[in-house]
């Protein structure tokens, strides 16, 4: 057995999770928390990690902010949150992890792992606080930043940094792929990863708005920026027209025009009408 999205949903769910904030911007701890559990779990098959190991990172990663629970976090909706020795939320959640792992996670972890999982969820936000040893601390960061890279929607370098910790680099490679913020970034990333994916190489972990945390098969080679550029031209064509603006569905491009011609003309994105066979269209700015 081990913790699958399944059950984490359960578990959230069976400890209120969806009735607690887990942002100020009023995001659910549910939502937070799966989201946090979803990118460890992602990242976990392509790494050298024991299947022990990968059960603890999931377990830290879906408790972690179990502190925000507490009456004065959800009141003021910020500030510390720590679970910390001698606390009653740190016993209560001894207790939720132990039966967890008896009822979900038997055969990988027993009692004897709650203190490493308790110790991730304790400093996951010190990433100044050294683990008893060096895997114990690898296990912290990668939960920390993960936390980090889903609270602020940005793909970091520390994260790129704790994922290469773990991530078994003879089989796999993690890179980002990321373009100059632009009016057309969203498509050419979707394209980007639309391409990527049709090779069977390459897994994204994690997206922005403008770049894409990809895991690939450490010997493929990249897609060329001409075949991505082929499928643009497609989106493009006089049989589609699948870029607009003004929640109409009047087409705004209908010639074929590469992107790399496109990009090198931000304001032909910008408040410029545009003539087509369908009429005249504004573009609207971003």
Request: proline fraction near 3%; charged fraction near 20%; glycine fraction near 6%.
């Amino acid at each position: 057995m081990a913790l699958t999205p399944e059950k984490a949903v359960t578990i959230l769910r069976g400890l209120d999770f969806n009735l607690y904030h887990g942002k100020s911007s009023g995001e659910s701890l549910l939502v937070h928390s799966l989201g946090v559990y979803s990118l460890v779990h992602a990242v976990l098959p392509f790494t050298q990690n024991s299947d022990a190991d990968k059960e603890v990172m999931r377990w830290a990663a879906l408790l972690h902010d179990y502190g925000k629970t507490s009456a004065n976090w959800q009141k003021a909706m910020r500030g510390p949150h720590r679970v910390s020795l001698g606390d009653v939320k740190y016993q209560e959640l001894r207790l939720i992890l132990t039966a967890g792992i008896d009822n979900h996670s038997a055969g990988i972890l027993s009692s004897a792992d709650v203190d490493d999982i308790l110790f991730i969820i304790e400093f996951h936000h010190d990433s100044g606080r050294s683990a008893s040893t060096p895997a114990r601390n690898r296990m912290k960061d990668v939960v920390s930043e993960c936390d980090r890279a889903v609270s602020q929607h940005v793909i970091s370098y520390d994260l790129v940094r704790a994922l290469n910790g773990i991530v078994d680099t003879l089989r796999y490679r993690i890179f980002t792929l990321e373009l100059i913020e632009h009016p057309i970034s969203p498509l050419v990333i979707g394209a980007f990863d639309y391409v990527l994916a049709e090779t069977g190489n390459f897994w994204p972990l994690l997206y922005s708005q403008t770049s894409t945390l990809f895991v690939g098969n450490a010997t493929a080679e990249l897609p060329s920026v001409g075949e991505v550029n082929r499928f643009l031209k497609d989106q493009f064509g006089q049989s589609k027209g699948v870029l607009r603006y003004d929640n109409s569905n009047t087409r705004i491009y209908t010639e074929e025009r590469s992107f790399l011609e496109l990009a090198a003309d931000p304001d032909a994105f910008l408040g410029k009408p545009r003539h087509s066979q369908m009429g005249t269209v504004r573009v609207k700015g971003r």
